[in-house]
């Protein structure tokens, strides 16, 4: 029984460690050497971003932004960033709802695997967070105990909330504007694309506006 005790302690120090670690490899200062990739959306060619368009929904590259425009409810809007796979990174943007009524959602997918396998880390206008694994269709695996609160998203309209995901093997770690959320351990998938989405939930209309785009190594 004791080498059962000594042996959970053990665990729950290598996930304290492995918390640390992650979240200490977000501070780094990022630098032209460990820059992998970046977009500020001045030029519509710099990254290979899949934009599609129908009625429901449409992303281009409009004025230096990345915009993901929503016209129904209920519905995702997503722009995957083609030709890229990362593993361990950490990738921030600058989000803000620009258009359409209060209680959308936007945020980042990442290791990305297929259209329908990916975590997604998402925010909403109203100030809330949620963590979740999509395993296919509909198939989500929450990873958060459902939409959490915090004050570190600035919520409503017009109001810029940089996201970033900072990645190390099966741990994740999310941020809003600098301040951890929270942190994951999840190793169903190992490496993949980002993408950046958009969803509506009752709501009919929803336009999010994604600028600065870096990815990075620790």
């Not at 975590?119 to 395993?135: A, I, K």
């Not at 950046?196 to 939930?201: E, I, K, P, R």
């Amino acid at each position: 029984m004791g080498r059962k005790v000594c042996s959970h302690i053990a665990q729950l120090m290598l996930l304290s460690l492995l918390f640390v670690s992650c979240a200490n490899m977000a501070q780094n200062d990022r630098g032209p050497d460990n820059i992998v990739f970046q977009d500020d959306f001045a030029d519509p060619l710099t990254g290979s971003w899949q934009l599609e368009a129908d009625a429901q929904g449409r992303a281009e590259i409009v004025d230096g932004k990345l915009l993901l425009t929503i016209n129904a409810p209920a519905t995702a809007q997503y722009v995957t960033l083609e030709d890229q796979v990362f593993s361990n990174f950490i990738v921030d943007v600058d989000a803000t709802q620009v258009g359409g009524v209060a209680g959308g959602s936007y945020g980042l997918l990442v290791r990305m695997v297929a259209p329908g396998q990916f975590y997604r880390f998402e925010v909403t206008s109203n100030g809330e967070y949620v963590v979740e694994r999509h395993d296919g269709p509909g198939s989500w695996q929450r990873l958060t105990d459902g939409w959490q609160e915090s004050e570190a998203i600035l919520p409503g309209t017009n109001q810029t909330n940089q996201l970033r995901v900072a990645v190390a093997g099966g741990t994740f770690s999310f941020y809003a504007n600098e301040t951890l959320l929270v942190q994951v351990v999840d190793g169903t998938y190992g490496t993949g694309a980002v993408a950046l989405d958009a969803g509506t939930f009752n709501q009919g209309e929803l336009q999010v506006a994604f600028d600065n785009l870096v990815v990075w190594l620790p």
